[in-house]
């Protein structure tokens, strides 16, 4: 995946971008221009009202959705111009994702969802995906938790097992539609410290969206969205260097 | 992956316990119903085929290409009989044998036909004109008192009857009974040898055909190579007397056609009643045995009209000292309805207080039976050594007749109880040959040599020749209008009989035996398994060789008997049809509602990096996961089942089971290819009932991952 066109340097970049969603016969407008570069590394987070489209933003540099017009670049490829079949491939590759509630597969413990992206991947023995496994729960700190299945855990460990799917693959960009929403506030910034420790130490491109103010201001750029539309964009905190070691353990603790 | 997806499927199995329960319990027994189904038509099959292979059709049928009809060894009441004639058969023979697959190729034809045995009033009645002309009248006059006794027996039986069905309507009827009545009475005794000729005139013309009119029965047999046949068909065995010689002419009787058709009726109910005793049968509850008891007790003039006075006397003394005294005896002798149209020997009542009999007697006086009454009486109204007269519808519709000596009895193992398998006879394929109406140019010349050396002077030579082979429509239109009657004196006479001994005498060679007209021919293998390859090895030749031959496998040959089975396996199929069908749709509905469910999770899965066809394994692993564990869960039921069945058997409780299980008990056995069979339907099933959920499954998009409901 080399990058090739768009803004030199941005892991992630959208070119004008729009996306109507059709209604019967009315077309709602949901994002109406949009031109925004990510760089490797950064901490982005977008933030807006409702129904200003956040998730609409993220479905589009998820690879999940596609653009009306203009052009959405990951990783540096045109999503727009990838069959079903290479979008799924660059999910598995290079994205991961952190949902909103969630969405652990309830049959399987918390090892096995970890390790569920390794398997989809393949091409790893059993012990290397262990290691792996093993190493990001504890550097979610479920070290102890392997064995329990979703409904026996709680809402911020579950989430601490998302991270920790979405990371095991050492995919380039993280991706978190409201990731605390369902969290207490406590928790939810305890899982914010834990994504930022993890894009400080990984060097992962993080971008997730929020309602929340304060965890608003834990970004590194803030994006700003109203109608469909960027309405500011706020360079806050220095954003990740590349890691001096990447495995270095995290200790985040919720 | 695949461990995944099967933990997965597991997973979700157990997740989900009712539900599973529910579609597990189908599958369990829709495996089970097939397992047993297939295990019970599979041993049937098998013990059938050994049946009927070993007995009469050998594994492999052979009929003229040529035929109108097809061939059916056991015909129903539809099936024809023109299948034609094999030609050229020592060809046929000779290039099959050749194959290594064939162990023998034997000529065969079925047929029934009727035979004769003369009714006691009628032997008696011949036995009293010989004695008397030979001036034997010590030995006449008991005979002539036996035929007195049978009479009177015989009148008081119409007089009985009488009484009960209004004779008088059938004018016939009512003449007979007024001769037999007229017979009955001590004047017609009392000048009965002054009056000889024309009382005679009278017994046998107007009193003899009231008797029991028993005397033509119906047998079928197998026209075969006699040798041959009793060292290649396996289940064939010797009872009584000793095989037909090679090469000669006669029959032997199968067992329980002996024992049925031709065993004194008595006897045979009382060997019948002491099997059912045997089996744990009571009078109280039994109907059968009730009734056979009941027969016995109002027909005891099977018994007592074969006996003359020195008999009746001698039976009577030994029943009254094992009876001892009884009001019951005293009650039968004053009875006026019975002793009101003649004296009653005292032995009439004697039999009927014997075979009266129950449970706590039973077994004694049957010994007694056979120990007394039995050595008094024709047991076997054909019994091994006598010659019989068998005749029957030639090809040509006309009657042909051959006298043959009946050399023993033998059975079919395992089938002895069975009509199905058990009524058929053997005979010398010549003798068959003559009764069917083939007769070569050869035979024509050796039978008119023949007839010259017997001095066979007193018969026209045609006539006998036609009685015999009936080659000449016009004669045999001639010789059948005549009737009956005639061929019996034709048959009886002096000559004809030194003529049938010298005819018996012959021994046909090999050539003989194989060169007359073939209608079918067994071909019977070295080893059944090789069934199919050895048809189609034949086919080939008969192709090859142009000739003219069909073949069918012994299922086909065995007509509506063969396709018994091929019957009950659509009935078990429509049946795991039916179970499956259930399954399916259950497992189908419950699927797509779980495909519902579980959006989301798929979802998930497809946004995280799965791809469509992962998500189509998972639901057809899960599926198969499901066939496989409740299909293992079944088959082991099954064969658990098939294993204690094959321990304590399955009884066969009437004539049909005997013959399908190839006896009187079938033990079922289980084998890998019916435990594959069933495990692969199910597991098929639980596939095909997936197919449309998991292609809607398929159909999910990662966007329903982000739907943010709680999940
Ligand atoms: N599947 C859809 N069909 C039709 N309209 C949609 C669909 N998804 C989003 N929209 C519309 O697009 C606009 C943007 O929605 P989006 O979900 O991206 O907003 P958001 O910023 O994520 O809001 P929220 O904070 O409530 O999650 C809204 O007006 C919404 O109604
Ligand atoms: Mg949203």
Redo the contacts between chains.
């Keep these: 995946m080399t990058q090739s066109g768009g803004q030199p340097g941005a892991i992630v970049s959208l070119d004008s971008v729009y996306k109507n969603y059709k209604l019967g016969s009315v077309e709602v407008p949901a994002l109406r221009g949009i031109d925004l570069a990510i760089d490797a590394g950064e901490f982005t987070v977008i933030a807006g009202p409702s129904g200003s489209g956040k998730?609409t933003l993220l479905?589009l540099v998820?690879c999940?959705?596609v653009a009306s017009s203009g052009t959405v670049r990951v990783a540096g490829e045109d999503t727009g111009q990838l069959s079903?079949?290479a979008l799924?491939?660059l999910?598995?590759?290079a994205?991961?994702?952190i949902?909103?509630?969630?969405?652990l597969?309830?049959?399987?413990d918390a090892f096995?969802n970890v390790e569920?992206?390794l398997?989809?991947?393949?091409g790893s023995t059993k012990g290397e995906r262990a290691r792996r496994v093993d190493e990001l729960m504890d550097k979610v700190g479920l070290g102890k938790y392997k064995h329990h299945r979703p409904n026996e855990l709680s809402g911020g460990q579950r989430q601490r097992v998302a991270i920790a799917?979405?990371l095991v693959?050492n995919p380039r960009i993280v991706l978190a539609?409201?990731p605390t929403?369902?969290l207490d506030s406590a928790t939810g910034h305890a899982i914010i410290d834990l994504m930022k420790e993890l894009n400080t130490t990984q060097g992962t491109t993080f971008i997730f969206s929020t309602h929340d103010p304060k965890v608003m201001h834990q970004a590194g750029r803030l994006v700003e969205l109203v109608d469909g539309q960027i309405a500011s964009i706020q360079q806050l905190g220095v954003d990740a260097a590349p890691p001096a070691d990447p495995h270095a353990p995290a200790t985040a603790q919720v | 992956?695949f461990g995944?997806l099967i933990?997965?499927a597991m997973?979700?199995l157990?997740?989900h316990k009712l539900k599973s329960f529910i579609v597990g319990g189908i599958l369990v027994f829709g495996t089970m119903l097939v397992l047993l189904g297939a295990a019970l038509l599979g041993s049937i099959e098998a013990s059938m085929a050994e049946s009927i292979t070993g007995s009469v059709s050998g594994h492999l049928q052979l009929a003229s290409s040529k035929g109108k009809d097809q061939l059916v060894l056991f015909p129903g009441p539809l099936d024809g009989n023109e299948i034609g004639v094999i030609e050229d058969f020592p060809k046929v023979r000779a290039r099959l044998e050749a194959l290594p697959e064939v162990r023998a190729v034997l000529p065969q034809g079925f047929d029934y036909a009727m035979i004769f045995a003369a009714n006691l009033i009628d032997r008696k009645l011949a036995n009293m004109r010989t004695l008397r002309g030979k001036g034997e009248l010590e030995t006449y006059r008991p005979v002539r008192d036996h035929v007195r006794r049978i009479v009177e027996l015989l009148d008081r039986d119409i007089q009985r009857i009488r009484g009960v069905i209004d004779l008088d309507k059938d004018d016939g009827a009512r003449r007979g009974a007024e001769d037999v009545h007229h017979a009955a009475q001590p004047e017609f005794w009392a000048d009965f040898e002054e009056n000889f000729a024309k009382r005679m005139e009278f017994l046998e013309n107007k009193v003899a055909q009231m008797a029991i009119g028993e005397d033509i029965l119906f047998i079928r047999y197998m026209g075969t190579d006699i040798a041959r046949f009793t060292s290649t068909f396996n289940r064939f065995e010797m009872v009584r007397g000793e095989p037909i010689p090679p090469g000669q002419r006669g029959v032997v009787l199968n067992t329980l056609y002996h024992e049925e058709m031709l065993k004194q009726k008595t006897a045979r109910r009382l060997d019948k009643m002491k099997d059912k005793i045997a089996e744990g049968a009571r009078f109280e509850s039994d109907d059968e045995l009730r009734e056979w008891r009941r027969m016995n007790v109002t027909q005891y003039k099977e018994i007592s009209w074969q006996l003359d006075d020195a008999a009746a006397d001698r039976v009577a003394e030994k029943l009254r000292a094992h009876l001892g005294p009884a009001p019951v005896e005293a009650a039968e002798a004053a009875s006026p309805t019975d002793d009101a149209s003649g004296p009653a020997h005292a032995v009439d009542g004697l039999l009927r207080r014997f075979l009266d009999m129950d449970d706590g007697n039973f077994a004694a006086r049957y010994q007694l039976f056979y120990d007394v009454i039995a050595k008094e009486l024709q047991l076997y109204r054909v019994d091994v050594g006598d010659t019989l007269t068998i005749r029957g519808m030639s090809q040509g519709g006309y009657m042909s007749s051959v006298n043959v000596k009946v050399y023993g009895t033998f059975r079919f193992q395992g089938l002895d109880k069975s009509a199905l398998g058990g009524m058929v006879n053997l005979m010398d394929i010549v003798s068959y040959r003559d009764l069917y109406g083939f007769v070569t140019a050869e035979q024509k010349a050796e039978i008119k040599a023949l007839e010259k050396r017997s001095g066979l002077q007193e018969i026209a030579a045609e006539n006998a020749e036609d009685a015999l082979f009936g080659e000449d429509a016009d004669l045999a239109a001639e010789a059948s209008a005549t009737g009956f009657d005639e061929f019996a004196d034709v048959d009886m006479s002096k000559g004809a009989a030194k003529w049938n001994e010298r005819l018996t005498d012959i021994v046909y060679t090999q050539a003989q035996i194989d060169g007359g007209v073939v209608r079918n021919a067994a071909v019977v293998l070295n080893d059944p398994k090789q069934l199919q390859a050895a048809r189609i090895a034949i086919e080939r030749i008969a192709a090859e060789e142009k000739l003219p031959i069909k073949v069918l496998d012994w299922k086909q040959a065995s007509g509506m008997l063969g396709n018994f089975v091929s019957v009950i396996y659509a009935v078990l199929l429509v049946a795991i049809l039916g179970v499956f069908g259930v399954a399916l749709l259950i497992i189908n509905n419950s699927m797509v509602l779980s495909t519902m469910e579980r959006t989301?999770?798929i979802g998930?899965?497809?946004?995280?990096?799965?791809?469509?066809r992962?998500v189509l394994w998972m639901f057809l692993i899960e599926s198969i996961v499901l066939g496989a564990v409740f299909g293992a869960i079944g088959v082991g039921l099954g064969a658990g089942i098939v294993g204690w069945l094959g321990n304590v058997g399955i009884p066969a409780t009437n004539d049909t089971l005997v013959f399908l299980f190839g006896g009187p008990r079938m033990y079922p056995w289980l084998s890998g290819a019916h435990v594959a069979f069933a495990l692969g339907l199910v597991v098929m099933v639980t596939t095909i009932s997936t197919i449309y959920p998991a292609l809607l499954a398929t159909r999910v998009?990662?966007?329903e991952?982000?739907q943010?409901?709680?999940?």
């Design positions: 998730t479905n998820g999940v959705d079903e079949r799924t491939q999910r598995l590759r994205l991961g994702f949902f909103q509630s969630f969405n597969v309830s049959v399987l096995q569920f992206p398997l989809l991947q393949g799917r979405a693959t539609d409201e929403a369902n | 992956m995944t933990r997965i997973r979700n157990l997740a989301k999770e998930t899965i497809r946004a995280i990096g799965g791809s469509r992962f998009t990662p966007l991952a982000m943010d409901k709680e999940g």
